[in-house]
């Protein structure tokens, strides 16, 4: 199916067509393109105008340049913009203005990528769906979703994240969402911000974008709720509230067998759904999600049926039984919230000892080593068993934890996989969770491995 012709895609973004082609897709790293991709040439950590021959000859239908490489053949099939950027935001641009789907925006401290995944398994069934891949929610990240998106898309599901006050609003306005959603607001990135308030006010920032008489479904139970609904109103959305106090709130969450069985209301239906995951957190953004789908016109019973088809993204929350132990893979990215979720859900669990295995949380500002250290206090802490942690930042809970509950700690995470068959044993129950930069994702690794090893015998 054609995505973008060479005449669409220069009106797009006033360039200057080079040959006459059509593409079926668009990409921005040759690794993963597929014949028929126009290919971006953005500029990042390298210059993609260095990859343009190698993705021609890989089949792309033409390359988004700002200049014609040296050597390229004369034939090559382009599309000259001044700024390859804001010709892909342009292309993105292009594609919401022509598409007739209803579009959902999703943002939050926590849980962006495992919520936008999830809505679009409930949509399955409804329509041609289009939602961002893996965590493509910044700058480029956003445009080249909307530019990917076919015309006769029904509902498309748009992830927008920050890391610096103004970034969320230009998105959403880009994306022109007719729902958005928040998840949380929590202590993340707080580098770039003085205090959880200014997080408040960037998230919030996502309502700017909304169509006219949008809704923005957003969580009821922070000590931030309050903000939230400013901006909303400020936008003049519908509010739709989630939480144990929403008009979208949930009335049972119950364990079994390490996944939910859940019911929620969600405006004056009820609804049952289950969740393959055992974090409660998890249940709570699913209350949000069909809040949003009913708001953005989908089936809502057939959406909660859909639910239990949603698996947790690798590293964001997945339970993975690896030979005589039980594994939380959480390791992709952690704040306090998102820790505080991921030790309850640890807690809830049923088996043997109960072990945590923790990697520095990062870009928390000058309260990082405070942050750290109350980790000790947390409630769910009284079920688990031994901590074991990796980075100069974890050392501060290290070092506040009880002697009889403080495991190995090392400077790096490499170090720590090192000893991964001495961090637990059979029947344990273990949480593996930290910032991505900390790669305590290593030993998730290393606890495969051990586990592959075992079963060789």
Request: aromatic share 4%.
């Amino acid at each position: 199916m054609t995505l973008w012709t060479a005449e669409e895609a220069a009106a797009a973004t006033g360039g200057r067509p080079q040959g006459d082609w059509s593409a079926t897709g668009v990409s921005i790293d040759t690794r993963t393109l597929a014949p028929g991709d126009l290919f971006v040439a953005l500029q990042a950590a390298r210059d993609g105008h260095d990859f343009v021959e190698q993705a021609l000859d890989k089949g792309a239908a033409a390359a988004l340049v700002s200049r014609v490489p040296e050597g390229l053949r004369p034939d090559a099939r382009l599309l000259v913009v001044p700024d390859v950027l804001k010709g892909l935001e342009d292309l993105g641009r292009a594609g919401r203005a022509r598409s007739r789907a209803k579009v959902i925006a999703i943002t939050g401290s926590v849980g962006k990528t495992s919520t936008k995944d999830m809505a679009r398994a409930a949509l399955a069934g409804q329509g041609l769906i289009h939602a961002a891949e893996a965590s493509y929610n910044n700058h480029w990240g956003v445009p080249l979703t909307l530019a990917r998106m076919p015309a006769q898309t029904d509902f498309a599901i748009i992830e927008i994240g920050m890391n610096h006050p103004g970034e969320i609003a230009p998105l959403s306005r880009m994306a022109r969402p007719h729902v958005a959603m928040i998840t949380t607001v929590a202590a993340a990135h707080l580098e770039a911000f003085e205090a959880i308030d200014g997080i408040a006010h960037e998230k919030g920032a996502i309502f700017q974008g909304l169509q006219p008489v949008g809704t923005a479904v957003l969580p009821e139970d922070l000590e931030v709720t309050q903000i939230l609904r400013d901006c909303a109103d400020a936008a003049g959305a519908i509010v739709l509230g989630f939480g144990e106090h929403g008009m979208a709130r949930p009335v049972r969450i119950e364990v079994r067998d390490g996944a939910l069985s859940c019911r929620a209301r969600i405006t004056g239906d009820t609804v049952d759904f289950t969740l393959a995951t055992p974090g409660r957190h998890f249940a709570m953004n699913a209350v949000g999600v069909l809040a949003a789908l009913s708001a953005a016109g989908a089936d809502l019973k057939q959406a909660a049926a859909r639910l239990a088809d949603w698996q947790p993204p690798q590293g964001r929350g997945a339970v993975e039984n690896l030979g005589d132990i039980r594994v939380i893979d959480d390791a992709f990215n952690a704040n306090p919230a998102s820790l505080a979720a991921g030790l309850a859900t640890l807690a809830g669990l049923q088996g043997g000892r109960r072990v945590a295995i923790l990697g520095d949380m990062l870009e928390l500002g000058p309260g990082e080593i405070a942050l750290h250290r109350a980790v000790a206090d947390d409630p769910a802490m009284e079920a688990v068993g031994l901590v074991h942690s990796a980075g100069p930042r974890m050392r501060h809970l290290h070092d506040a934890l009880p002697a009889d509950r403080r495991g190995l700690w090392t400077e790096t995470a490499a170090e720590l996989a090192a000893h991964a068959s001495e961090l637990v044993r059979p029947g344990d129950v273990v949480l593996v969770k930290g910032s991505k930069s900390s790669r305590i994702s290593l030993v998730v690794e290393a606890l495969r491995a051990r586990a592959a090893q075992e079963q060789k015998g």
